[in-house]
């Protein structure tokens, strides 16, 4: 369960990630929509040397 200073800390944080967005000109409808959005982390392939052209012999 989470107490009171923890719950004050995370809505810290929140304001401020929101206040940062709002400097970049995201509009509240652009972080609502974000926030409702699927999140998909793009899949990071595996860097190896054959298919990199400046590792070839």
Do not use: V
């Not at 206040?19 to 000109?25: E, T």
């Not at 926030?35 to 793009?42: A, G, M, V």
């Amino acid at each position: 369960m989470l107490k009171q200073m923890d719950i004050e800390e995370y809505d810290a944080e929140w304001i401020n990630l929101i206040m940062s967005a709002r400097k970049m000109g995201l509009t509240m409808e652009d972080i609502r929509a974000f926030l409702r959005s699927p999140f998909h982390p793009k899949k990071l392939t595996q860097n190896t040397n054959e298919n990199d052209p400046c590792m070839s012999p």
